[in-house]
């Protein structure tokens, strides 16, 4: 039979007896069970909660799964890094959007400003409930639960590694998929979107300054994600051919050489009116690059590997516009541009600002589902691999839109493909009958 660890009752620390209650402290001093060594867990407010202590301390003994108080010590942000470092991620997106939700979103709700500085063994079941209480009134389903479905994950890791002994996170009502929003489904999430006319894209267009108009109008015209359209290079466009080709994406600012899945590596096609107006980009973004690197002789011009669209340099614009401020050494980030001349353009074009910049390329899209079945339209596995989607029912999905139904239409359209003909009425007018 193997030999169990000793706990003593709790006491108060020497000198508190004396003290006003609000001011003492009570320890407790056991054996560690792996080296029978005297310990001592100390700093409780109260006797009730270095007893429960004590009584937790025996019950993880006799199972065997005892956890060093002095491991939880950890912060959870630098639990967050361990574990980061641990995981493989077959994608970057994947390990930066983790990165950001665990270590550098700064929000007051964000988990780095809610749990960070905190010892990953003070993270208590509580303390997860009132961050998820908070987090859901301001967030989407979808980032809520994701934002969660991390942090436990860390926690999970906390207990692999013997930091904590159990996770707050599956304690309680969380551990029921209830305790989180439920996303709406695709349909209604989609329906309820803003859906942009040709007439108001245009006008967002002509309202973006140079060179970001025909940024916005190669994205409303290809149904490019934004991360695709800032990766593209020079080398990517065919004038000859009138396509552009996604081959890599630019995800929080750093270049990766898959975009989102393999379906997205694609080739798009131009109209006539976005090509003539890409060739005309094309020409003088090349001249402003030769005269930018010229002027730069530190840096090497990187030939048709030049980005196709191009960041702003940092300091003050002292005056000069966006077009004379023009980085050629790195590709566009679309934070920098969203932040600065998305929303201005919106209202300038009396568009309404809750429309983002992604909604671009849902315009695009639903355009060519909405076309299905006429004459000279695309097909459906054009518009599915034109957007990148990895199905159809994506497509179908995410772009179809149930507007004002029109029975009088969907009755023309079931009686031109019904089984039975149309029944003969045996009733005579009224006129008729008078005669």
């Not at 934004?226 to 996604?246: H, I, K």
């Amino acid at each position: 039979m193997s030999k169990q660890p000793r706990v003593w009752e709790p006491k108060l620390y020497p000198g508190h007896k004396d003290k006003h209650s609000r001011d003492q402290r009570w320890r407790v001093q056991y054996e560690d069970p792996t080296t029978f060594l005297r310990r001592t867990k100390g700093g409780f407010k109260r006797k009730a909660d270095a007893s429960a202590w004590r009584e937790d301390f025996l019950a993880q003994t006799r199972q065997n799964n005892w956890t060093d108080p002095a491991q939880g010590a950890v912060t959870f942000h630098k639990l967050a890094e361990e574990w980061l470092a641990s995981r493989h991620f077959p994608k970057q997106r994947t390990a930066n959007d983790l990165r950001q939700m665990l270590l550098t979103a700064t929000r007051p709700d964000s988990l780095p400003e809610t749990f960070g500085r905190v010892p990953v063994g003070d993270v208590t079941y509580q303390a997860v409930r009132n961050w998820l209480k908070t987090y859901k009134a301001t967030k989407s389903a979808t980032t809520v639960r994701n934002n969660f479905y991390a942090l436990r994950t860390v926690l999970d890791y906390a207990v692999d590694t013997r930091r904590i002994s159990e996770n707050p996170a599956r304690q309680g009502d969380l551990r029921k998929r209830k305790a989180l929003p439920s996303p709406k489904r695709v349909s209604d999430a989609q329906d309820d979107r803003y859906h942009l006319t040709a007439q108001q894209v245009g006008a967002i267009a002509q309202s973006l300054p140079q060179p970001y108009d025909t940024y916005a109008l190669l994205v409303a015209s290809t149904g490019m994600r934004p991360g695709e359209a800032c990766g593209l290079r020079v080398r990517d466009v065919d004038l000859d051919q009138g396509t552009v080709s996604v081959r890599q994406v630019i995800s929080q600012g750093r270049r990766e050489d898959s975009p989102k899945n393999d379906h997205s590596i694609r080739t798009v096609t131009l109209d006539d009116a976005v090509l003539a107006a890409l060739r005309t980009y094309l020409r003088d973004h090349l001249t402003r690059a030769l005269a930018w690197f010229t002027a730069h002789p530190d840096q090497s011009h990187p030939g048709d590997a030049l980005p196709l669209f191009v960041g702003v340099g940092v300091g003050r614009a002292n005056g000069k516009s966006d077009l004379d401020r023009l980085d050629y050494k790195k590709p566009l980030q679309h934070g920098v541009f969203y932040g600065k001349h998305w929303r201005r353009a919106c209202a300038q074009a009396n568009v309404p600002t809750s429309v983002t910049f992604y909604d671009l390329r849902h315009f695009h899209i639903s355009r060519q589902v909405a076309l299905l079945g006429q004459e000279g339209a695309l097909t459906l596995a054009e518009i599915q691999q034109r957007a990148g989607h990895a199905s159809k029912v994506m497509t179908l999905d995410r772009y179809t839109h149930a507007q004002k139904q029109d029975h009088a239409a969907q009755r023309r359209a079931l009686n031109a493909s019904a089984i039975l003909p149309p029944p003969v009425s045996n009733v005579l007018a009224l006129d008729r009958m008078a005669r």
